[in-house]
Nanobody, 127 residues
Framework: QLQLVESGGGLVQPGGSLTLSCEAS????????IGWFRQAPGKEREGISF????????NYADAVKGRFTISRDNAKNTVFLKMISLKSEDTAVYSC????????????????????WGQGTQVTVSS
């Protein structure tokens, strides 16, 4: 069974940067497409980034496009989310999730068909 563990969250000032990691165990990450999601207090969970098994296709929510970069190192069983120019509205719990299907459209940015989820890591952007 695939297990996902996020790390790298923390407190950062506006304009700062963080890189989140999503490390897999229990199964090789090679066969799984990975999405990053976040949930702020009082708000619904939103999909913010997606990457296919090969890493050749990625997608981003408009709110993070140009500031966040998703990547993966299958040899290390890890997916990364590099975040720059962070804003207070980026404050949320960030989680990664894994699924087998790739739709190539906005469905990849919803929770549909994601089978495994990590517990999440808190990102707080504040001065």
């Amino acid at each position: 069974q695939l297990q996902l563990v996020e790390s790298g969250g923390g407190l950062v000032q506006p304009g700062g940067s963080l890189t989140l990691s999503c490390e897999a165990s229990g199964s090789t990450l090679d066969y799984w497409h990975i999405g990053w999601f976040r949930q702020a207090p009082g708000k619904e969970r939103e999909g913010i980034s997606f990457i296919t098994t090969s890493g050749l296709y990625t997608n981003y929510a408009d709110a993070v496009k140009g500031r966040f970069t998703i990547s993966r190192d299958n040899a290390k069983n890890t997916v990364f989310l590099k975040m720059i120019s962070l804003k207070s509205e980026d404050t949320a719990v960030y989680s990664c999730a894994a699924k087998r299907e790739w739709y190539g459209d906005s469905q990849d940015m919803t929770s549909y068909k994601y089978e495994y989820w990590g517990q999440g890591t808190q990102v707080t952007v504040s001065s």
